[in-house]
């Protein structure tokens, strides 16, 4: 079944995307993975829904064998040639994260950026079965969010508006129930007046929810931080780290 979230990014988002995530943040989330989940030159991280691939090749650089797996090919060809150049360790896969299967076994599984919150709740359970699986016995999971009830409930707002570089992006958005949801319609204006509309919906979780899906697929959820590694999360925070860990 298609999810409305498959064809956000295929647009003018693409671009905006980076723009709004400062490449410092991808630097300081790198520097905490590498120490906290011990990873060295060797280890195995699956990179899932990995946009442009920001933490696949930050990991590359450091030695780290990477699976960056995203659903849009323009992100996919992009990471492609960044590698290709630079002869890094990244294996770029163009896929859906709920049909990407491997038969390889990975250290980490990283989910940044919000992705998570793409998926309700049965399919959220079926990725995470599926990350699981994925994984080495005592693998780990790091997810970003910052949709999760906690943080969404609070920042929630109907309208907003930002210009970015040429760009206008308005958004409109409802936040629903049955099943917790926020369903946003943006356009993107450009400098000739051209408008371009996408649709799209997060699926809003608590902390609690968030760690019975883990639980249910075999993982336990072993810490929530606001700055990774240095602060653990308090309500009024603008995103959260969730640390997963497999069961034996």
Known sequence: MSNVNDNFFDGHYKDIWKTIIPGVLTEKEVDFMLPYFNLKEGSKVLDLMCGYGRHAIAL???????????????YISEIKNAVEKENLAVKAIRSGVLAFSTDEKFDLAICMGNS???FDASDTERLL??????????????INSWSIAEIAIRSFKEKSENEIGDLKFQTEAQFLFHPARIES???????????EIKKGIDYIFSINEMETMLSKAGFSLKE?????????????EPRAYLVAEKNP
């Not at 590359?60 to 960056?68: D, F, L, M, P």
């Not at 079965?129 to 790091?142: D, E, I, T």
């Open 60 to 74: 590359a650089k450091k030695g780290i064998e990477v699976t960056a797996v995203d659903n849009l090919a323009e």
């Open 116 to 118: 998570i919150n793409f």
């Open 129 to 142: 079965k599926n990350v699981s699986s994925f994984l080495k016995p005592g693998g780990r999971l790091l």
């Open 185 to 195: 319609e943006s356009t993107t204006t450009d400098k000739n007046g051209k408008t």
């Open 224 to 236: 929530v931080y606001s700055i990774p590694g240095r602060k653990k999360f308090t309500i009024g």
